[in-house]
């Protein structure tokens, strides 16, 4: 870490502002979490309830009797993991490819895939919609996950770690009598496994909060991802529901993101600055 | 029958011509060395006998196969590279059988090959260790234990004692000596130090400009070189190449007169040598003695005075302006400034022609 | 093993294939297509009929299709140099090795975690005139509660404090990275020039950061453009279309009215208003100063 200037301390107005900024941002999750341990009956007079007087584990017991948010859970695991597998197998193949094999039109291709990144979702999502229509992908898994398989950052991502790995290497595996392939597998992949473990979490993470487009494709209940859900319970919200089991749900969906956040803290803040430099 | 053959090798990035038609006969279990400064073409050469890069034309062939046409790992062609290249995520014992798994041999033979190479090599303690965890001469023999246990017809070794320091770099000569002695293959080493080829080598392969200047054994190279590069390229310090012209003699032997009016008688045969053309001396520094200002062949004053302890370099100049090597005593009295005398030992002298061949004395009888 | 050499060209292709094929089935097809379905009336069963620029034509015209261009570049106005003075002020504040430091940076980053609809399912209910945590507040202060998400001239603004409180990690790194890379010697010799800690920050600190700075604007304006999500659950465009974004104007008119073409014309447009402010941000940059 490079030295701000004069790391004596922050000044008072300064300490102020952080700590109210911190505040800021910590009353709104703090707030849910009060409003999730209340009875929906005690919300209903006043929320302002939730500030004080019992508290209550009957939302969380509602969601673990049987609401659908497990079946949302269990969708969102299996795309997203899915996603992300698929994302690290594809794009390592391409990473090695680019990187390492020379094939005719290797440059242009490799430009072609980066003009990917400069496409933004609204210009491809209707039609691959209709696309996806058309092929009866929707309400599947395979209709959530395949798109999310078209990543054009993970493809420069790998293909810079490949370019690193010195040639030698390489060299020497094929004096060893090893083909192209299995210098990747034995060889090189091994080495890649921390940049795995960067866009694979950059990946998960992306896939798991992705709204649009599960929105849109997967239209039966049953087939919510977490992400959807959540917008279809707050929508029923007048209807049904109640605060406490809407906040507890909210809780409930937050909690697999956050432990995901806590343990790969390192690769999501380093996958992050590393995506938006491309 | 000769263990590598190359046949008109050529080869160019784009528009640079980098290999310029080279062709070279080994002999069974011969150790070449490929001597050159960078750009010469060496390495290149070595990287397309190992596979790694392809020839536009010519041919090689390995104890009679032809290989230029295989991948890397069919030419039963083993390579040390300069960074050693090793595995950095398998063990030392993964690292010397993943070649042999590739080659689908045997699991007790790939076990007992590294077994005993890794005795031979000293490295036993280490076969479970990763390579992040060895010294650099662990590493180093890591490296050719790989090498070794593949067996092959031909070791490659690239560079082994450019990056090492002193100490290093002469256990390494003692490995590579030894490993000469303990396979039955031919060698190649490719390097840019002229006294690690001299002291490895049965015979050097001077490159220089894309093209072999030269092949020979050491003592020939060093005694005989065929031309003005290689005659600078090898020893150290550099051999002194002053202008000459040819002077009437008698004799049949080539008498020369310097820049500055000296004459030296040579022994090297008149006829052959073009008449009226500028030529060069050549004169290594142990030819050029010093002594008194008036007792030598000519004059100098010294610019630059080396103390090596069993020999003194004398660096003059001389009146025409030219610079020349000499050597002296250990205990030489000899200063900065001083005016001295120069003997030059003709009978040595080489002479080279203007477009650089050398011509030399004739070996006494 | 076949190695042929002939083969061996093209060795790469099967390596690279697998993605390739997918990025055009899913990518590249779906933009030519959408392209092309633009210059159609469609609607999402299928039926097509060739129309030209008409779709075009009447989105220009369109003055529901208006607001909603207005209220995207309002939002982005509301919330790009907020956000980015504010992330600049954090990692200022918090480019420190300590512990403490490191605490803050991870309460400020956490919210960028988030999924869309979390933010928003607790954000309703901060923002909501009854039950929301800001009406609890003012309430205890003896004030009357905010109506921000129905006073047309307030929904805006709550998307714009919405967005900004989930938005504060990636930019906070973004700058951070940049500070941690001006060498601290720079402010050594600003010390040794007595320079003040704001003429230090003006005449050292930002000039540093200033790539950082521009690739955070242009982001977070490209992104903003393309804000979704929290205007459709918070205020669901309204009241009578306030609020209303380009893109959800687009996933109003695809998925409420059927009307594809239409819809996809809208969304190159869109396409065309990202790209076009992106190379004006670009341009107006690189002009102003020559090539470091």
């Known amino acids: 870490m490079s030295a701000g200037p004069r790391r004596a301390g922050l000044s008072t107005p300064a300490l102020i502002g952080v700590v109210f900024g911190a505040a800021i941002m910590v009353a709104p999750l703090i707030w849910t979490l009060l409003l999730s341990f209340k009875s929906n009956a005690d919300l209903m007079r006043d929320s302002a309830t939730a500030f004080s007087g019992p508290y209550t584990l009957e939302n969380y017991g509602a969601i673990l009797q049987g609401s659908q948010v497990f079946r949302w859970l269990l969708n969102s695991a299996i795309v997203s993991l899915g996603t992300t597998a698929g994302v690290l197998v594809l794009c390592s193949l391409a990473g090695y490819g680019f990187a390492r094999l020379d094939f005719p039109f290797r440059r242009t291709l490799f430009v072609f895939v980066l003009l990917g990144l400069a496409i933004p979702e609204q210009a491809v999502i209707l039609p691959r919609h209709q696309l996806f229509a058309e092929l009866h992908l929707h309400n599947s898994y395979p209709g959530l996950i395949l798109p999310g398989l078209v990543a054009p950052f993970g493809v420069f991502f790998m293909t810079q770690y490949f370019r690193a790995i010195p040639r030698e290497l390489d060299e020497a595996a094929l004096l060893d009598g090893a083909s192209r392939f299995r210098l990747f597998w034995k060889v090189l992949l091994p080495l890649t496994i921390p940049a795995q473990a960067t866009l694979g979490v950059f990946t998960f993470l992306g896939s798991w909060n992705d709204y649009w487009w599960p929105l849109i494709s997967a239209t039966r209940s049953d087939r919510f991802t977490l992400t959807v859900g959540l917008a279809s319970s707050q929508m029923n919200y007048a209807q049904t529901s109640g605060l406490g089991f809407l906040m507890a749900q909210a809780v409930f969906a937050s909690i697999p993101i956050l432990i995901v956040y806590i343990v790969f803290q390192k690769q999501i803040v380093r996958a992050m600055a590393g995506a938006a430099i491309r | ?365 | 093993m076949r190695t042929g050499s002939r083969w061996r060209r093209f060795e790469g292709f099967a390596f690279v294939g697998p993605f390739l094929l997918l990025y055009i089935f899913i990518l590249i097809y779906p933009l030519i297509l959408g392209i092309g379905i633009s210059f159609n009336r469609a609607d999402l069963f299928g039926a097509r009929q060739w129309v030209g620029t008409e779709n075009y034509a009447r989105l220009l015209a369109d003055p529901v299709f208006h607001q909603s261009v207005v209220n995207s570049l309002k939002l982005v106005l509301l919330i790009v140099p907020a956000l980015t003075i504010i992330t600049l002020a954090l990692a200022l504040a918090l480019n420190r090795p300590t512990k403490t430091a490191a605490v803050f940076r991870g309460i400020f980053f956490s919210s960028s975690v988030l999924s869309v609809t979390i933010v928003t399912l607790i954000w309703r209910f901060v923002l909501t005139p009854d039950a929301g945590l800001i009406a609890k507040v003012m309430q205890a202060l003896g004030r009357d509660p905010i109506p921000f998400l129905s006073d047309p001239n307030l929904t805006i603004p709550a998307l714009a404090i919405t967005t900004i409180w989930w938005s504060i990690g990636l930019p906070m790194m973004l700058f951070l990275a940049g500070l941690q890379q001006i060498p601290g010697d720079i402010y050594e010799a600003a010390s040794l020039d007595k320079a003040s800690r704001w003429t230090t920050f003006r005449r050292i600190t930002l000039p540093s950061i200033r790539r950082t700075l521009i690739l955070v604007v242009m982001l977070q304006t490209a992104a903003q453009l393309q804000l979704f999500g929290q205007a459709q659950l918070l205020t669901a465009g309204g009241p009578s279309g306030t609020s209303r974004p380009i893109v959800l104007y687009i996933y109003e008119v695809a998925f409420g009215r059927w009307e594809l073409g239409y819809a996809a014309a809208a969304a190159e447009l869109l396409f065309l208003i990202v790209l076009a402010v992106t190379l004006i941000q670009y341009w107006t940059v690189t002009r102003r100063e020559p090539e470091r």
């Open chain 2, 1 to 365: 029958m000769a263990s590598l053959e190359l046949h008109d090798i050529r080869k160019a990035y784009g528009d640079t011509l980098v290999l310029d038609g080279v062709s070279l006969t080994m002999e069974p279990c011969e150790f070449v060395a490929f001597l050159g400064p960078s750009g010469s073409g060496k390495s290149t050469l070595l990287r397309i006998i190992a596979g790694l890069e392809t020839p536009d034309s010519g041919e090689i062939l390995l104890e009679g196969r032809r290989i230029d046409q295989l991948a890397p790992g069919e030419r039963d062609v083993a390579m040390v590279f300069q960074h050693y290249a090793l595995y950095p995520h398998m063990s030392v014992r993964e690292n010397m059988s993943f070649g042999l798994r590739n080659a689908r041999v045997a699991k007790d033979e790939i076990a007992a090959r590294v077994a005993q190479a890794a005795r031979v090599l000293e490295i036993e303690e280490q076969l479970d260790k990763k390579p992040g965890q060895l010294s650099g001469g662990q590493r180093q023999r890591v490296a050719i234990g790989r090498a070794i246990v593949k067996q092959p017809k031909l070791f490659l070794l690239d560079e082994p004692l450019s990056n090492l320091d002193a100490a290093l770099r002469l256990r390494t000569r003692v490995e590579i000596a030894q490993l000469r002695q303990r396979v039955d293959a031919a060698l190649i080493m490719v390097t840019h130090d002229q006294a690690e080829a001299m002291t490895l080598a049965d015979r050097i392969v001077v490159m220089n400009d894309r093209r072999i200047q030269q092949v020979g054994p050491p003592m020939e190279i060093y005694a005989r070189p065929a031309n003005s590069f290689v005659a600078r390229f090898v020893g150290s310090p550099a051999m002194t190449l002053a202008s000459a012209v040819l002077i009437p003699s008698d004799g049949g032997f080539a008498r020369v007169r310097l820049g500055d009016g000296a004459e030296v008688e040579t022994r090297v045969t008149e006829d052959g040598l073009p008449a009226d053309a500028p030529l060069h001396l050549g004169l290594r520094p142990e030819n050029v003695a010093v002594t008194a200002p008036d007792a030598g062949t000519t004059k100098a004053k010294v610019e630059l005075v080396e103390r090596l302890g069993d020999r003194t370099l004398i660096y003059a100049r001389l009146a025409d302006g030219l610079e020349v090597t000499a050597q002296d005593e250990g205990d030489s009295r000899v200063r900065l400034g001083d005016e001295i005398g120069l003997r030059i030992d003709g009978a040595a002298a080489h002479l080279f022609g203007p477009d650089g061949s050398g011509h030399h004395a004739e070996p006494a009888a």
